[in-house]
């Protein structure tokens, strides 16, 4: 009897868990603004759509190997589509920052935009926020971002305006 409670209570945890995961890649996925049309398409069908909706809705259990290139698939972290990363406080959440143009970033050449790619990597991975076109920054980000640029603090938007990176 003990024997078999055990064993319920791994099944449910696995079921729990697989649906979590599929809350994650359901997340990050309508983050890149993909239906699961476009999933299967983008990936000259290597990730059908059902099959997608099935991993999503945690029906589905997807294998390590098919994680690693569906993360590869969206650019990001494969630990990010695993449920357990760390969370936004609500604090965070509300408070207002600026908006990075990521897209304008990648454009651009030289350390200064090396090491300043490097730490909105970062936070995007710290976030959990993979749109891949805005990253909006909060005060103490600006902070470190004038670090990188070799500007003081209060410089830091205006030079970030220069090269075209801040959004209105």
């Known amino acids: 009897m003990m024997i078999t409670m055990d064993?319920?209570?791994?099944?449910?945890?696995?079921?729990?868990?697989?649906?979590?995961?599929?809350?994650r890649l359901r997340v990050i996925r309508r983050?890149?603004?993909?239906?699961?049309?476009?999933?299967?398409?983008?990936?000259?069908?290597?990730?059908?759509?059902?099959?997608?909706?099935?991993?999503?809705r945690g029906e589905r259990a997807i294998s390590?190997?098919?994680?690693?290139?569906?993360?590869a698939f969206y650019k990001v972290p494969v630990d990010q589509l695993l449920p357990g990363g760390d969370e936004e406080t609500e604090r965070d959440a509300e408070r207002p920052g600026a908006k990075i143009d990521l897209t304008r970033l990648e454009g651009l050449s030289g350390n200064e935009s090396v090491m300043l790619t490097r730490y909105l990597?970062?936070?995007?991975?710290?976030?959990?926020?993979?749109n891949g076109r805005v990253l909006t920054i909060r005060r103490d980000d600006m902070r470190a971002i004038a670090c990188v640029l070799g500007v003081p603090f209060d410089s830091a938007d205006e030079k970030l305006?220069?090269?075209?990176?801040?959004?209105?």
């Open 161 to 168: 305006a220069d090269l075209g990176l801040l959004l209105p």
């Open 64 to 71: 390590v190997p098919r994680l690693a290139r569906l993360a």
């Open 121 to 130: 990597r970062m936070i995007q991975v710290q976030r959990q926020d993979f």
């Open 31 to 56: 983050q890149k603004h993909l239906s699961l049309q476009e999933v299967e398409a983008d990936s000259d069908q290597e990730f059908k759509a059902s099959v997608l909706g099935a991993y999503e």
């Open 7 to 23: 064993v319920q209570e791994d099944e449910q945890a696995a079921e729990s868990y697989g649906r979590a995961v599929g809350e």
